[in-house]
């Protein structure tokens, strides 16, 4: 009997010895794909290709695209930031834009992005924040960790240690999407200078459907705000001064406020009202004692707000509105004034 048994565990134990290989050999080979292809363009010893953004969350594609030397400035902020066309502004104002804009961004990740950039860029020409209800009204935990997946490895740390994040099946997946682009397989879909139009082509505007969305959308909270609301400027505006202290005398900062929805706004003396005006505050006085910083507010009460035509929904707004806000921000920072009612400019930059 125990000759049988041993006999039998010969052809096991080969079985388990050839699996073994295979598996090794497998993953051994998907792991070197995925290092050779690189696809956040992150590894220091991965072979120069002509590699483009590939993955939706743009958390893992903005390390990389803030090393390249052909930018000079940079936007920071949420979605409500990201139809600022970085060819548009740069062809005004003759800088080099990376927008770096992400959706759902904290206040937190929007600080390490602007940090990525600086390491690249010690002296950048222009840096532009959008200040919305991320900061506004920021989620808890918002001021010190990220609101989406967020791979610190790519932030500040040796780049060596990418090599021990790419075993994994969304490392592989996004090599395949490169490697497919990089084959001539794939479109490119977002833009090698961080923008790309997350909203339909403006000959699909849809009034009905549009309104069909503000109707289903939360409404703004109108119960009476608290005494001393207006006045109690929200928690994070320690880190934006930290930010604009982090940047060189040389540096243009923009601050502005990107339009929203009047809906959205809330009526006079409501929480949302208090809320969006201690904001306002906060800003002032944090870029009140700067000589550096160019603050413009789209987000009050004007024509442009209350006209529901100029949203695709209560928070984002249509590409020719995207136009007149990078006319009117390359008219503020070229001339120091703006005619359009659309924007006030509370702040300006003094000459040095």
Known sequence: MKQAGAGQ?????????????VMGVTGGGLYLFIVTVDPWNILPFSPRLDRIPVTSNTRYTMPALAREARFDSAIIGTSTSRLMQPAVLGRGLGAHFLNMAMNSASPWEQSRELDAFLRAHPA????????????????PGSLSGPN????????G???WMGYLHMA??????????EFLWLAGRKAQRFGSDGYTSFVPPDSRYDPARVQAIFSRWAPPDNTPAPPGMAETPPPGMD????MLARMPATTLRVVWFPPASGFLHGTPGSVADARLRACRLGVNQVTAPRHDTLVLDFNHDTALTADRDNFWDPLHYRLPVALR????????ITTGHVDDPAVDMPHAPTPP
Request: aromatic share 12%.
């Open 9 to 21: 565990a010969g052809p096991w134990r080969r079985f388990a010895l050839l699996a073994a290989l």
């Open 124 to 139: 950048p020409r222009i840096i532009m924040i959008g200040i919305d209800a991320a900061w506004c009204h920021p989620r």
């Open 148 to 155: 989406r997946p967020w791979p610190e490895w790519m932030y």
């Open 157 to 159: 740390h040796p780049a």
């Open 168 to 177: 994994s099946l969304y490392a592989l997946q996004e090599a395949a999407n």
């Open 239 to 242: 880190l934006l001064a930290d």
């Open 325 to 332: 806000i990078m006319a009117d921000i390359t008219a503020a």
